[in-house]
């Protein structure tokens, strides 16, 4: 249980190319989402929690036109790459927390990499 | 903010040989969670400690929350190759942040 599945698995764009992200609960509800970002060798850094029905909360730094995020149902959460730049290629890795858990725990979906050319 | 530290950063053993990695939160936690992620793969939970002193083991794995929780430990007794991965904490009270992780290198 607790499955997290996240699509693309990989994508490759041209610069100025907006590019989405699903993340999806597959066997559970999930009232909050986590969008992350890992570049390599690091730790991962939260970009915005995604709360259903409602804006996300984005982290200090992190530019909310350029990253939407939507959370339309309980098991599906996007994520937007508005206008794509070389310095926005990453991992993105989204977790889902479950509607009822404690809000610590995450099950995280396989990841997304991102490259801009 | 709140930061938390793991260290250390890498960590090579022989097959067999024990690890541990350790987990430094700036501030007290509500409880720490641990997490495995295999390289080119996504974190996976392992474990959550709640109570001040808590410990828990999983066969191998034996895992440790302070008395003040602030820090924590992850223990590897008889390292295998499977081991191998980056071990993350990661604790907070309203919004959790992730410690540095710490990379294990299994030498076969």
């Keep these: 249980g607790a499955v997290v599945s996240q699509h693309p698995s990989r994508v490759i ?21 986590f969008w992350y970002r890992q570049f390599p060798k690091q730790s991962l850094m939260l970009m915005a929690t995604s709360n259903e029905g409602s804006k996300a909360t984005y ?6 036109d350029k990253f939407l995020i939507n959370h339309a149902s309980l098991t599906l959460s996007t994520l ?23 809000q610590n725990t995450q099950y995280f979906g396989p990841g997304t990499r991102l490259t801009v050319l | 903010g709140q930061q938390v530290m ?16 350790y987990c430094n939160s700036s501030t007290t936690l509500s409880n720490i969670q641990w997490y495995k992620q295999r390289p080119g793969g996504h974190p996976v939970f392992l474990i959550q400690l709640v109570k001040s002193g808590e410990v828990k083991k999983q066969k191998r794995l034996t895992f440790q929350f302070g008395e ?19 071990y993350f904490c990661s604790g907070g009270y309203q919004k959790v942040t992730f410690g540095t992780g710490t990379k294990l290198q299994v030498i076969p």
């Design chain 1, 13 to 33: 764009c041209k610069s100025g190319t907006s590019v989405k992200i699903e993340c999806r609960s597959l066997d559970f509800q999930a009232t909050t989402m």
């Design chain 1, 59 to 64: 982290e200090q730094g992190v530019e909310k």
């Design chain 1, 80 to 102: 937007t790459v508005t206008s794509a730049h070389p310095e926005d290629s990453s991992f993105y890795i989204c977790s889902a927390v479950l509607a009822g858990g404690t």
């Design chain 2, 6 to 21: 793991q260290i250390p950063q890498y960590q090579h053993v022989q097959e067999g040989e024990d690890f541990t990695t």
């Design chain 2, 68 to 86: 003040a929780k602030k820090n924590s430990s992850l223990h590897i007794t008889a390292t295998q190759t499977t081991d191998v991965g980056t």
